[in-house]
């Protein structure tokens, strides 16, 4: 898992905050993790403006730990092109 | 504008919640703020989830009122098709 992801108690829950260098990389983000959203049937909080997107998954109610299909999301989710996240431009 | 636009105070904001009947209307919906956002160059910070959208609009710093863009960008959003928001799904 992308070492910029927050693992939080009291709910469970995973958070990640990235950055991007314009509107046009945040947008293509947020239609690859829309896509990936309906594919996966994971629907995760996100919060953005034009340079930054925010994602809070939350585990299911009452879980210790995060279904396979979160997990599965969060390592698709990782894999996106590195240029469209922080990464290329630190 | 809409009546569910909430204008508050310090800072200066418009704010509004949508909420859709599926995760489809709510990307297209998101999809359509998008390209709203890119043609206006008006960027509010949204959050979202499978069924909802809550759209916040910060007036430029210092200014006692929205700029005519915003303005525009808050008039085309109340624009789109009403099935699109929870009008057709109270």
Redesign the interface.
Known sequence: MHPDWTRRERPLRLERRLAFPD??AT?RF??QA?AL??QEGV????????TYVNITLHADDNATELSDEQRRFVDALDAFQPTDTNEAHP
């Open positions: 509107y046009e947008r947020l239609e829309g959203s309906e629907y995760p909080d996100i919060s953005f403006g034009r």
